[in-house]
């Protein structure tokens, strides 16, 4: 049996960490899993990668990528100075939904947190995932703000 393991995402996971955005109702709309994938996807990662102050990391179960998230380390003034851990686009393959993975996805990202000194994790949610912000609820998130986006 493999051990789930969490690291950096690297170039040739890419095409797996695309193909798991694409994989839910919402992410199929908005996301393009065909390869050769969009020079934008090559441009993204390239822009992650040289950024230090953001984490793009998947699980894997053997060479299997099966899941993936995004931290991004936000410095602020506000809160005397203190340090946010913005997780995003949290992914979990659907053949492997239901065995507690979110769940040690977010416990491993809201642990790199810590690590680099953040005293608060945030997330943003669509307003159509009810059952994503039940979970989110489970692990002690508290929907205190309401978020506003405008496509550009």
């Known amino acids: 049996?493999?051990?789930?393991?969490?690291?950096?995402?690297?170039?040739?996971?890419?095409?797996?960490?695309?193909?798991?955005l694409a994989d839910d109702p919402i992410g199929r709309l908005r996301e393009d899993a065909t390869e050769p994938l969009l020079a934008?996807?090559?441009?993204?990662?390239?822009?992650?990668?040289?950024?230090p102050n953001q984490l793009l990391a998947v699980a894997t179960k053997g060479d299997a990528v099966i899941g993936t998230l995004q931290i991004t380390f936000i410095p602020g003034l506000s809160r005397k100075g203190m340090w946010r851990g913005q997780i995003e686009g949290v992914r979990i393959a659907a053949s492997h939904r239901?065995?507690?993975?979110?769940?040690?996805?977010?416990?491993?990202?809201?642990?790199?947190?810590?690590?680099r000194g953040c005293g608060l994790v945030q997330l943003t949610t669509d307003r159509e995932r009810p059952e994503a912000h039940r979970f989110y609820e489970q692990l002690g998130f508290t929907a205190s703000h309401l978020g506003y986006k405008k496509t550009l």
């Open 40 to 51: 934008a996807y090559d441009e993204a990662f390239a822009a992650i990668e040289a950024d």
């Open 1 to 20: 049996m493999d051990t789930l393991t969490f690291r950096r995402a690297s170039r040739r996971d890419l095409p797996a960490i695309v193909g798991l």
């Open 98 to 115: 239901g065995e507690g993975l979110g769940r040690r996805a977010f416990e491993w990202a809201i642990g790199e947190c810590r690590t």
